[in-house]
Structures are given as C-alpha cells and as structure tokens.
C-alpha cells in the first residue's frame, strides 16, 4: 500500500508539473470519446426505443397477418379467408391492405425555388419505378380503414369518399420529400400517374422490423398483388429451380412458334413484408386508377375485442393459417419488437459503432503514446535515479500504466460530460448530424470505456519496455543516443516486404477465391499495416533530408537548425506521424479505392446518346419510325433493339461463384451492322477477343453472341464457348448462343439498372448483344420497347422526353400482361429516356456522396489526431529550450525562432502525407482487386488516384499541424533570451 501510495504522488506531480501536455491529451481522448458517442448515441436511441416504436408500428391494431411468400415476391391474402378472419367473434376491426411500388414527387408551387435534382431524381424522378432501381420512395398503400390507423399528426384521414384524389402521407415521407398538408404528388406506376392533394400526416416507427423475409437479389422483381399461378395470370415458373432432369426441355429453331404479343412483364415489388413505414395512402379506388388494376390485400390489421388477448385468437387460427396457402403468419407486438431487434437500421448503427469504437481507439493509444513516449525520454535521468534509490522496473513500468490509466480515466470522464452536452444540444440545433432521440445510455458509457481504457493501456506498453530499459548509472549523465540509422533503413526494408505481400497476394499468387479473400484478410492485410509502421522511421528520414531543406528555405531559415531535429527525437516523431497516419491513410484508402471503383461502372464512351424505352406498351411496327422523326434526334442513329432478361441455364456445372448475385443475364438484341460495322459504329465497343467483323458475321447468322469482359472473367466464358439461357415465359425453352466476341463495356451496370431493361430480376449479371430478329424469335417478344439513339448537337434533353412522351400515349388505354397479376390497363404509357451523360451526372454526384459520406470518420479522427502533434511540438521546444535560448543570444529573431518551430510541423505532416500516400494507394489498389473475387464486379480491376481528393486530406493535415504548432511556436518566440536559458537549465 505504501509503494503504490508513493508510486501515485510520483505520478500526480510529474502531472501537475506539465499541465498543458496534460491538458492536451486529455482533450485528444475527450475528442475521441466524443467521437464515439455521436455514432454510438443513436444506436442507444434506437435500441431504447424498442417498445415505442413496436407500438407505433401496430398504431391502433393489435397484431398484423401476412402471407409468407418467396424472397423478392409479394402473396396476396384471398377474399374468402378475409371474410372468415373478419367473422371472428373476437375481431372488431379488420383493415385489409395492399402495397406497391410507385414514383413519388413534390409537385412545385408555381414560383418556387426548384430544389436540386438528387442522383436518383436525376434518373427516376416522376418516372415509373423499374426493377433495378432501389425503392426509395414511400410505398403506395391502398387501405379502407375508416379511421386513421396511426395517430394523426396534421390534417385529417382520407375522405370517405374513395372517388376523391386525396393520400395521406407518413410522417417519414413527409419530412424526407419536404411535403406539408395541402401540397400536392404526383403518384407515378407503370400504368398511370395520378395528382393527388395531401390532406394528412401520419405518425409512424422510424424503423422497419425485420419479419422473417429477406432482401431480393437476383430473385423475381413480383408485383405487389396476385402471386404467380393464381386464376388472374398466367402461370409463370422461371422463378423455381431450373429442371436437371425429366422432360428434356425444348430448343429455340426457326420453327417456334409465333410471336406473342402479350408476353408477360413483371411489375417492381416491394422489398420485404409487413407495414411500409415510408408510405403514401389512399382509398382502394384510387390504387386501382394508379396501378391500373384493383390489387388484393398482402397484409391484415387486427383489432382485437376488449377481453380477447391475442394469444386467445393464434390459437384459434394457428393451425388454419399454416395449412393455408400461401401459408399465413400473425405477427403481434412481441414479434415486431424482436423484428426491431434484428433490422437492418440496428445492424447499420452497429457496424457504425464497431467502426467509430475502433478509430477511437486508435486515437487513444497514439494519443497517449504520444505523451508517455516523451515523458520517458525527458525523465529518463530522473527514472535512472528512482532506480538507483529503490525502485524495481516493474514499479517504474508501473508508473508508466498508472500516467497512461489516469489520463484515460480524466480524458474518459470529460468526454462523456461533454458527448452528453454534444447529444443534447446538437439534438436540438443540428438535428441533421444526430438521430432523432440520440441518448447516452450503457451501450455508449461502456463502449467508451473500452475504447479509451484499452487504448491507454496498449499505449504504455512500449513506453513502459523502454522506461524499464534504463539502467542507475544513467544518472550519473545525460545519454546522447546516436541516431539509429541502420537500424531504421533495416526496418524499412522489412517493412516494405510486408507492406507488398498485399498486391502479391491479391494480384500475382494462383490460389482459389476463398483462399485468397482468407489470406488478404487475416494475414497480408495485417501485414500491410505493421510494414507501414516498420516504414515510418525511413519516411521520415527521407522527409527530414529531402523536403527539410526545401522547408526550410521557403520559411527563410538555416537548412542546418533543421537537419537532424527529427530523427534525434525519432519515437515521439514516430508517434506524431502514425497518429496522423491512422485517420489520414483510411481517408487516402477510401477515397482511392471510391473513385478507382467507380470507373468501370462509369458509362464508357461506347454508349449512344441515349435509351428510349416505351413503357409499357412498346411500339408497333408503324409506329417505330416515329422516333427517328423527333426534331431532337438524328434519324439516321436510330436502332430498335429487343430485349429481355432470363436466367442462365449452367447444366451440371452450377451458377459460376464469380456470378453468385446475378444468375440471370440482359439479351439486347440488334443489328450487328449498325451496332458494330462501318467507319462509325453505334456501338464504338473495344474487342478484348475476337474482332468486329467476324462478330458481325456470326451474329447476322443468328447463332453468335458478343459478352462483356466481366462476365468473361467472371464464368471464364471465351470465344467458342456457349451460353445458354431459359426464356422467362417458358421454363422448359432453352436458348443458346455461342460467344463470338468479347468486348469492354464500362458502365453497363448503372445504365440497365435505371432504363427499365431488367424486366423481370432486381440484378443481373451480363449484357449479352445478339441479333435482334433471333432474339425476338427465341424469346417470344412483340412490339419494341427500346430504342438506342444519337442527338442532334445542342440537344434540350427535356423537350426530346417530352416528344417521346407524346409517341408513347397513341398506346393509352391498352392493356399489358404482368406476370401474377394478369392484364394491367396502361391509362398512361410512359417513354423513360435514359440519357448516357444523364447517368453520368448521377454516378458522380452519388459517388462523391457516398465516397466522403465513408470518409467522414477518418477525417474526424485526423483532426483528433493532431493534437499528437501539439504534444510533440511541445516536447521539442520544451528539450530544445536551452538550445533556442542560446540562437536568441546569438542574434536569431523571434521569427526565425517562431518559423523554426512550424518547420518542424510542416515536416511531420510531409512524413504523415507521404506514408498516408503510400497505404492509401497499396491498399486501394488491393480493394479494387479483391473485389473481383467477391461476387458482386468481376471486371478487370482499374486504378485511379484522385489527386484532388487527396490534395484535400494533405492540405487539410498541414493545416491542422500548423494550428497545433502555433501555440507553442508564438509562446517560444515571445519569450526572452534571458528566460529561455533559465527555463533550459531545469531540463537539463
């Protein structure tokens, strides 16, 4: 007790005498902490407001039933068990609902100030929803309940009347479209789009439960009524198994039969099951108008009579809804409530938190480190002393822990005062960067507390190693270590060696996919980032003898005050540059990695002008030539195309691994003389196998078919090998082309996703060119939906839509077949132009979002980080007080002294920026290619250095080291010679 009572007065001294360093650190870990609760805090909101929100899920009902369908499929409850459930003594209420998807728009007040187009109003706006493209704006809900289901926030209910355009919207959607009671939308399906006025909002849970259902992938894009094989549509079986044996399917000839022109759509579904909570209702009526056909409920609301518990009531019907089919499920508050548990908000918050947890530990220990670093180098004659009177070197080491421990605990506690502080007012005036309800319970306090603790004690490991180390006669004098130079280039070499088995291992080693995601992951990735601290102590040296005399002369001082500063004094240079290094590299990762993925899914200059698609009718044969008369268009860039989306029949082989989210493939059939042929091709395609000309040949003999280069890669699929493909509207068809070109097609990914091509699957995972009269036969197509053309110069993009509109509604009032549902009357066709500069403006301004949107958290961790770099500016001028005392008597001004001092930084963020650089782009370049074998890109990887991005980050770090050297330096400069020289004599 004595020697631990002794131990702490050691170290609460040595703290009260730096209070400043003190004050520092402290700050680092309550930036860190506070770091931590900002992310954690919404996690804990969401997870203390289970029951709330389970609640508000239900509103006024008591539990929900739905039918259980397929992944991607929506099954609708029949009429019959409705009324059976409704005739249950103890139901008093029973709301039948359906859903779908559908296009929901502001409709701008005349004078008012256009908002700015998003990515994806960019390419979906007031356009139908499609398949391929996420379902982003609030569900279309047709529902006859009498009274408001939720509770009621503005406005009133929909009107009795279900003849009135009215919808009532969820508070949700209101809030995320800038809607108000008394605004009018515009509801847009591929049947029609409707104005409606809003006359109220609802109050709904901000999250949605996970209820036994799971995202579609490449699985049936359903519509949101009838399933398929119901009495309303044809049946359609391309969603199941595709058949090994039995009954040998039948092959596409010449001799098919005829053309069908009422081959079967599907219409987009919602994804997963339950309520919407993002949602727009209106009367059943009205729904019919919008989806141009009267939907079957998918879900009931139940209100149960007062006395009757819902236990009573599941098990009455528990054995009859699972005999049923589809089979039923009743969903109660309990369930929602673990559905809330287990959704995908809780999931995202967590990986946010892991991450948040994670940098902030990072920033503790080099932090701390930082500060424990320096002070065993300053007190190292005073650490020889306590050896030689008494003390062991484990009670020196544990001096060490306890500084490192009670700096976590101070910074600890601070920071959850202030991330209190943070939550409550930033909840208040910036309710954008803070959930809603954010609240600091357990789950932050002990995250927290992880972080910094865990953090402080690996920060004194090697400070304590090194503290141990010295020896009683170090006393006696002041060691003056020689710079290890050796030693440093020794571990660069090594360090080197690690940092390149990463791009060996991704790039050149043959071995299976998993066994090199398994290795990348585990061992060369880890080995990566430890070459990057052997690297450290050479980087620095460079920047210290390369870019030191070059700093030195634009800041107008002698190259010789500088010449060794930093390698003297290498560990707490080390720590300041590793710490900037942690926030800095994942910000150069990040954005490397971003923008170098996002060049093959940039559309390539192959693409024409643009994709027309007439929704979703399609054009007659007399009615075609009325696309090349648009003023807009050069009539002689024109090309009809036939296209359909089917799965790939693989045999005995199995769907290739590389293909795993996409096991279906985009037929386009064309001309391939336009599309390939002449000096000026539509198509300006780049053959990676094969040649133009040989391509065209085979595919104007109707067997041949061109690839893209990913899914070459991806299936090793080459030139002479087959693909064959199950046509949706006949599962016992197969139809088979044989490669005959392989070709670079950046960008095909993002435009089929928006363009409505992906007729029937959410993803795909190929385009595949074939001649369009062999396509059209295999597939049984009728009238032409889609067109590839040029512009005239100086096209008006909204004028040439519009004149595409007017084709498309000669085909209003007709009617179209939709797998499930059966014949859907099209009141308004709709021409969806999906321009290619269009697409590209969208990817960019996604990109840029969702690129710095992941760099958010290393930037924030920079700017903790720098306060590294005040503690170690402050240990130089505080060991080198003596040496500027003596430059001030020998005539050095208080600005060369103040320079001198900002030099020093400048070049520990040259050391930071330059081993930033070096991870950022090795382990950019090793994300870019590993995602090749992740299943979901599978092109060839490209790399790219987003120079302006980084000269932001390292912009950025200078700027920060400067602000933190600024103190230190100006205090130095103020100070006189006289006092410099006293001050220098206490540390020596």
């Known amino acids: 007790m004595t020697s631990l009572k002794l131990l702490t007065r050691l170290v609460t001294s040595q703290m009260r005498l730096h209070p400043g360093r003190v004050l520092i650190t402290a700050l680092g870990i309550i930036a860190s902490t506070c770091a931590v609760v900002w992310v954690v805090s919404g996690y804990d909101a969401l997870v203390s407001q289970f029951d709330e929100n389970a609640g508000k899920y239900l509103g006024r009902y008591d539990a929900l039933v739905i039918a259980k369908s397929p992944p991607g499929q929506s099954a609708t409850i029949p009429s019959a068990t409705i009324q059976s459930i409704h005739d249950d003594a103890g139901v008093i209420e029973l709301n039948p609902i359906s859903q779908s998807r559908a296009s929901v728009t502001r409709v701008e007040i005349e004078g008012e100030e256009s908002e700015e187009e998003s990515s994806l109003g960019l390419l979906v706006g007031s356009r139908p929803p499609v398949n391929g493209a996420p379902p982003v704006d609030p569900t279309l809900v047709s529902t006859p309940a009498a009274e408001q289901p939720y509770e009621l926030v503005r406005g009133t209910w929909l009107p009795a009347n279900g003849e009135v355009p009215a919808a009532v919207l969820s508070a949700n959607a209101a809030q995320m479209m800038n809607i108000s009671v008394g605004d009018n939308i515009l509801v847009t399906t591929m049947a029609n789009q409707l104005r409606l006025k809003v006359v109220g909002i609802v109050e709904q849970a901000p999250q949605t439960p996970t209820l036994g259902e799971r995202r579609p992938g490449g699985g049936k894009g359903k519509a ?33 039969s005829p053309v069908d022109t009422k081959q079967p759509i599907s219409l987009p579904s919602t994804f997963g099951t339950g309520i919407a909570i993002d949602a727009v209702y209106v009367r059943p009526a009205i729904a019919a108008i919008i989806n141009g056909y009267p939907a079957d409920p998918q879900v009931l609301q139940i209100a149960m009579r007062e006395g009757v518990s819902i236990d009573q009531f599941r098990d009455v ?8 089919r589809p089979a039923l499920e009743l969903i109660d508050f309990a369930a929602v409530r673990k559905g809330m548990e287990s959704g995908r908000s809780i999931s995202g918050q967590q990986s946010q938190a892991w991450a948040a947890t994670g940098m902030a530990s990072l920033a503790a220990i080099f932090i701390i480190f930082s500060t424990l670093s320096m002070g065993v180098s300053e007190r190292s004659r005073e650490f020889a002393m306590l050896r030689a009177v008494a003390l062991t070197r484990s ?166 005050m500088m010449q060794t500063q930093l390698s003297n004094n290498m560990w707490r240079t080390i720590g300041a540059t590793l710490a900037l290094s942690v926030g800095l590299g994942l910000y150069a990762s990040t954005q490397t990695w971003g923008y170098s993925m996002l060049q093959p899914f940039t559309p390539g200059d192959w693409l024409p002008d643009a994709l027309v698609a007439f929704h979703p009718i399609g054009l007659e044969k007399e009615s075609q030539d009325l696309v090349g008369q648009v003023d807009q268009v050069d009539a002689e860039q024109v090309m ?95 139809v088979s082309y044989k490669i005959q070109g392989i070709v670079s097609l950046p960008g095909w990914q993002w435009v089929t996703k928006f363009s409505g091509v992906r007729r029937h699957f959410v993803r795909t995972g190929a385009i595949v060119f074939a001649n369009r009269a062999r396509v059209q036969q295999d597939f049984h197509l009728g009238n ?105 008597s020998i005539g050095v001004t208080r600005g060369q002294l103040i ?15 330059l081993l930033s650089l070096i991870f950022g782009l090795i382990a950019g370049w090793c994300g870019v290619g590993m995602a090749q074998f992740g299943g979901w890109f599978a092109g060839p990887p490209s790399f790219m250095i987003p120079w302006t991005q980084l000269a932001f980050g390292f912009s950025l770090t200078i700027a920060l080291c400067l602000l933190a050297g600024m103190w230190p330096a100006l205090k130095t400069g103020r100070s006189e010679p006289l006092g410099l020289l006293q001050a220098g004599r206490g540390t020596m």
Request: glycine share 10%; hydrophobic share 45%.
């Open 395 to 560: 009670q020196i080491a544990t001096i060490i822990a306890m500084e490192s421990v009670l700096l976590a605990l101070v910074g600890w506690i601070g920071g959850l005062v202030a991330g209190w502080i943070m939550v409550l007012v930033g909840s208040q005036v910036l309710p954008g960067l803070f959930n809603d309800g954010a609240v600091l319970g357990w789950t932050t306090v002990l995250l927290t507390g992880v972080t910094v603790f865990v953090g402080a004690l690996g920060a004194a490991i090697l400070p304590a190693w090194r503290a141990m180390r010295i020896q009683p006669l170090d006393a006696m004098s002041k060691r003056t270590v020689a710079p290890q130079l050796q030693r440093w280039k020794i571990a660069g070499g090594v360090g080197l060696i690690f940092a390149f088995a990463a791009p060996l291992t991704v790039f050149f080693l043959p071995m299976s996919d998993d066994s090199r995601k398994w290795c990348y992951s585990f061992l060369t990735y880890p080995m990566l980032l430890i070459g990057m601290i052997l690297i450290a102590p050479s980087v620095i040296m460079f920047c210290e003898r390369v870019l030191g005399p070059i700093v030195t002369r634009l800041m107008g001082i002698d190259s010789r």
């Open 899 to 913: 320079r001198l001092v900002l030099a020093e930084t400048i070049l520990i963020a040259a050391s930071a920026c």
């Open 317 to 324: 019907w528990a054995d009859k809804f699972a005999q049923h």
């Open 224 to 256: 949101s009524g009838r399933t398929s094989g119901t009495p309303h549509g044809p049946r359609n079986d391309s969603d199941g198994e595709q058949r090994r044996g039995g009954k040998q399917p039948m092959v596409s000839s010449a001799s098919q």
């Open 640 to 734: 009809p195309l036939a296209i359909e989306q089917a799965k790939f029949d693989w045999g005995d082989a199995g769907t290739p691994d590389r293909l795993k989210f996409g096991d279906n493939g985009i037929v386009c059939g064309l001309s391939p003389k336009v599309a390939f042929g002449g000096e000026q091709p539509m198509l300006p395609v780049t053959f990676v196998e094969g040649d133009a000309t040989s391509a065209i040949t085979a595919l104007e003999s109707g067997a041949g078919c061109v690839v893209s280069e990913d899914f070459s890669m991806a299936t090793g699929r080459g030139v002479g090998d087959t693909i064959t493909f199950t046509p949706p509207s006949n599962d016992e068809e197969r």
């Open 784 to 888: 032409t939906e889609f067109f590839w053309l040029n512009f005239k110069p100086n096209v008006d993009l909204v004028a040439a839509e519009k004149e595409f509109q007017s084709i498309a509604e000669l085909q209003a009032g007709e009617t179209f077949t939709a797998s499930g549902i059966g014949e859907v009357k099209a009141y308004r066709p709709f021409a969806r132009m999906t321009a290619t500069e269009t697409v590209r403006r969208a990817i960019r301004k996604r990109a840029d979002g969702m690129i710095w949107g992941m760099s958010y958290l290393p930037l924030v961790t920079l700017i903790i980080m720098s306060l590294a770099v005040a503690n170690t500016v402050i240990a130089s001028v505080r060991s080198r007080t003596w040496e500027f005392g003596v430059m001030r």
